[in-house]
């Protein structure tokens, strides 16, 4: 069964300190991964997208992480913001099926003064 | 920000009320999807669509149904509304250009059936 495991469930930490957020997965055949951002009572937002040839992308303070070959990747944040306070959700793409996703449950990340 | 757009944001109504969630995107995307999505769990694929007069059912099952008539309109309905209904329905969009194009969500319709 295809599953995306996130760890930690949640985390509370300092603004301007930086975290990692995790993410395992079984999902077979891979596709891509994704990471999405969901600030409360809102929609996902896209963070990243990544490939199995990719091992790293950044999109601002955030850099994800991919080793297709331990079926993990993470979610790196610099510098963190209060803005930053959301749930980050790990989203793996299988190339069976027609491209399904397989959804983590999300790391919710709490940013504090 | 995405253009995509779901009403009503939140909806209270009684069992046994037919309720259809509207979700319409001005990008001109053929695919087209309806998640499930309860408080700290994943989002579950109920429905999707590829195109005009295209509709599949997701993983979940779901009572619901969908129609898709015109390439930026993607509504959700509900026959009769249930208590099991209650969740938040989150309709996302995708673009061409492959399978590595991410899916823009709208911001969902929380609902409540009493």
């Known amino acids: 069964k295809n599953q995306v495991e996130q760890s930690p469930q949640s985390l509370i930490i300092l603004e301007g300190k930086n975290c990692t957020l995790q993410?395992?997965?079984?999902?077979?055949?891979?596709?891509?991964l994704r990471w999405y951002k969901q600030d409360t009572g809102r929609g996902p937002v896209s963070l990243t997208i990544?490939?199995?040839?990719?091992n790293t992308k950044s999109n601002g303070r955030y850099t994800a992480t991919l080793d297709a070959d331990t079926k993990q990747s993470s979610l790196h944040i610099t510098a963190s913001q209060l803005s930053d306070s959301a749930s980050y959700i790990c989203?793996?793409?299988?190339?069976?099926?027609?491209?399904?996703?397989?959804f983590g449950t999300g790391t919710q990340l709490k940013v504090e003064l | 920000e995405a253009d995509i757009y779901q009403t009503p944001r939140y909806l209270v109504i009684g069992t046994g009320k037919k309720i259809t969630l509207e979700c319409s995107q001005t990008m001109g995307h053929d695919k087209m999807y309806w998640y499930q999505q309860d408080p700290g769990m994943e989002l579950h694929l109920i429905h999707y669509s590829y195109g005009v007069n295209s509709t599949e059912k997701g993983d979940l099952s779901s009572e619901s149904t969908v129609s898709r008539i015109r390439t930026e309109h993607f509504p959700l309905t509900l026959e009769s509304a249930r208590p099991s209904h209650t969740s938040q329905y989150l309709c996302?969009?995708?673009?061409?250009?492959?399978?590595?194009?991410?899916?823009?969500f709208g911001d969902g319709t929380r609902l409540s059936i009493l």
């Open positions: 993410c395992n997965y079984t999902v077979s055949p891979f596709s891509n």
């Open positions: 996302a969009s995708s673009g061409g250009g492959g399978v590595n194009q991410p899916q823009h």
């Open positions: 990544m490939t199995f040839s990719e």
């Open positions: 989203v793996v793409s299988s190339t069976g099926g027609g491209n399904k996703l397989t």
